[in-house]
């Protein structure tokens, strides 16, 4: 069983930034697939972004180019940057690893392991 803890959420005003953390075993060193996660209320839960440990780094259609997800291997912390944030990213965020070093399928279903979230809310 791999523990998984989130910090950093928060309420920000469109336009806003908020970077996300990660903390876990061997989070940092993509020995398996990670992500975050996040889930709007009434929706299910969706893939923001995924770092595998073989293959491209993968964004989810909304986010290109005002997230991005990278990691520090000194500190062990896996990161979400949101920039330009929106009120239709709303929602609580999950980080979350495969038992796998590739990504393949993005199904919630498919991820083994996740922290408890954190709450992102983008408000006018």
Do not use: H
Request: proline share 5%; net charge positive.
């Amino acid at each position: 069983q791999v523990q998984l803890v989130e910090s950093g959420g928060g309420s920000v005003q469109p336009g806003g930034s908020l970077r996300l953390s990660c903390k876990g075993p061997g989070i940092a060193y993509r020995r398996y697939c990670v992500g975050w996660f996040r889930q709007a209320p009434g929706k299910e839960r969706e893939a923001v972004a995924t770092l595998p440990g073989v293959g491209p780094i993968t964004y989810e259609e909304s986010v290109k180019g005002r997230f991005t997800i990278f990691e520090d291997r000194t500190k062990n912390v896996l990161y979400l940057q949101m920039n330009s944030l929106r009120p239709e990213d709303t929602g609580m965020y999950y980080c979350a690893a495969k038992t796998t070093s590739y990504c393949g399928s993005l199904s919630a279903a498919d991820f083994a392991w996740w922290g408890q979230g954190t709450q992102v809310t983008v408000f006018s």
